[in-house]
T-cell receptor, first 114, second 113 residues
């Protein structure tokens, strides 16, 4: 079984401030973890993924995430927010079983204030 | 490469009407998925097809049927639409049954009145 919890449905930061979006997972076997971004009226696109190699994963647009097994977390960070980062972000977990289906979190809407 | 395409982009139905949402991918992926997205509820899996010729129920299959027409195409049918099916529908594909990343279409916004 697998599940994902995203803490905070809405996060607001000022332009240039640190972005931190939280994701905790639960899985019975080693997980594969993903962050997707969804811009308004578009589909989801992959931001970054953890597949059991390096625990610190770098993605597109300056985002990165760190896999912490002891905390069952995979939080997404970016040192300095840009206005263009305003979007909805989804954390997802997938296992190497059950046809590799993904379970998505409820999403976090990021607002960036000028 | 067009990636994953979906038609139509928007649709309004009356209660009881039927319709089929079309999805196609040109990445030679084996697995395809249909999700619905509702505010505050993330993405919920309706049906998936792990490979050509197979389909399975996801988390919320009631009121829907699917057809994996060939490796490229995976359609979702609403036989008798209900207001509870008002949602945004996304099709996605991925390479195979291993936990690869998924590639999403642009979505279909469906309103049932």
């Amino acid at each position: 079984a697998q599940s994902v919890t995203q803490l905070g449905s809405h996060v607001s930061v000022s332009e240039g401030a640190l972005v931190l979006l939280r994701c905790n997972y639960s899985s019975s076997v080693p997980p594969y973890l993903f962050w997707y971004v969804q811009y308004p009226n578009q589909g989801l696109q992959l931001l970054l993924k953890y597949t059991s190699a390096a625990t610190l994963v770098k993605g597109i647009n300056g985002f990165e995430a760190e896999f912490k097994k002891s905390e069952t977390s995979f939080h997404l960070t970016k040192p300095s927010a840009h206005m263009s980062d305003a979007a909805e972000y989804f954390c997802a977990v997938s296992l190497n079983t059950n046809a590799g289906k993904s379970t998505f979190g409820d999403g976090t809407t990021l607002t960036v204030k000028p | 490469n067009a990636g994953v395409t979906q038609t139509p982009k928007f649709q309004v139905l009356k209660t009881g009407q039927s319709m089929t949402l079309q999805c196609a991918q040109d990445m030679n992926h084996n697995s395809m998925y249909w999700y619905r997205q509702d505010p505050g509820m993330g993405l919920r899996l309706i049906y998936y097809s792990a490979s050509e010729g197979t389909t399975d129920k996801g988390e919320v299959p009631n009121g829907y049927n699917v057809s994996r027409l060939n490796k490229r195409e995976f359609s979702l049918r609403l036989e008798s639409a209900a207001p509870s099916q008002t949602s945004v529908y996304f099709c996605a594909s991925k390479k195979g049954t291993a936990p690869y990343e998924q590639y999403f279409g642009p979505g279909t916004r469906l309103t049932v009145t």
